[in-house]
């Protein structure tokens, strides 16, 4: 699967069209890297715990929107686009979504 | 009165803990900038060489960074009064900075020189400074698409 943001693939040709692929995850942060990130509030700098669940639920929904693609049988996915949105206090969504394409 | 002294104690350690760690992010993010100055950056889509490139990834890169207490206190304090809010332009700038160079370093891993349609979003994770609970942290979120120059 060729995952990229811009609109065509570099060094291949599109045969056909799949159509809009997407995917998402909504993840809620554990009290204990909440813990830390209390004692961060005092220190400042970077929040290790958030940037790892972050990256993690990133990566969920990358492999969900791959999961769609494979299901249309698309090998390629091109104009990749990232949302982010906090949903309550505790919890963010995480949402990508692309073009699914057959490359060759 | 406890609570005061409670509070300033915060502030001060805040304070002190909060600068040395900033010194020594922004230390660390110009010795990685010249590590990585060879991976050029571009947020345009059509480049000449992307007829002949063979090979391309989705690359990407991000961070989250949390205002010290000092900063949280001072950012309080501007809110009220407005104007530049000095504590978070410079958390936005090393979260930035930082979600960038990270990008670049998974694109030099792979053997990528150049990193074309560079996106850079930021959002809040902790909601912000002057709410109760309030972290005041965000996130910044770079991506884009690697390509090798031939």
């Keep these: 699967m060729i995952l990229t943001n811009l609109e065509t693939v570099p060094g291949k040709t599109i045969s056909q069209h799949h159509g809009l692929v997407s995917g998402n995850t909504i993840r809620a942060k554990h009290a204990g890297r909440d813990l830390m990130a209390g004692l961060k509030n005092i220190f400042g700098g970077e929040l290790k715990g958030y940037t790892e669940l972050l ?3 990133r990566k969920e929904a ?3 929107m791959v999961a769609q693609a494979n299901s249309v049988g698309a090998n390629a996915i091109v104009n990749i686009r990232f949302s ?7 919890a963010a969504e995480l949402y990508v979504y692309g073009t699914a394409l057959t490359v060759n | 009165m406890g609570q005061l002294i409670f509070i300033l104690c915060l502030l001060i350690l805040g304070l002190v803990f909060g600068t040395f760690f900033e010194k020594k992010h922004f230390k660390s993010l110009s010795e990685r900038d010249q590590k990585f100055r060879g991976i050029i950056l ?3 889509k059509d480049h000449s060489f992307l007829k002949e490139a063979q090979n391309s990834a989705l690359v990407t890169g991000h961070a989250v960074i949390a205002l010290d207490y000092f900063k949280r206190f001072a950012a309080i304090l501007t809110n009220l009064i407005g104007g530049r809010v000095k504590s ?3 958390l936005l700038v090393r979260a930035r900075r930082e979600a960038i160079l990270r990008m670049k370093e998974k694109a030099s891993l792979a053997g990528f020189d150049t990193v074309i349609n560079v996106k850079i979003e930021t959002s809040n994770i902790g909601g912000s400074a002057g709410k109760k609970n309030g972290l005041g942290a965000i996130e910044v979120f770079a991506y884009g698409t690697a390509v090798k120059r031939s």
């Design chain 1, 55 to 57: 990256s993690e639920s």
């Design chain 1, 62 to 64: 990358i492999e969900r």
């Design chain 1, 84 to 90: 982010t949105s906090s949903i309550t206090q505790g």
């Design chain 2, 42 to 44: 571009s947020n345009k």
């Design chain 2, 88 to 90: 978070y332009e410079s």
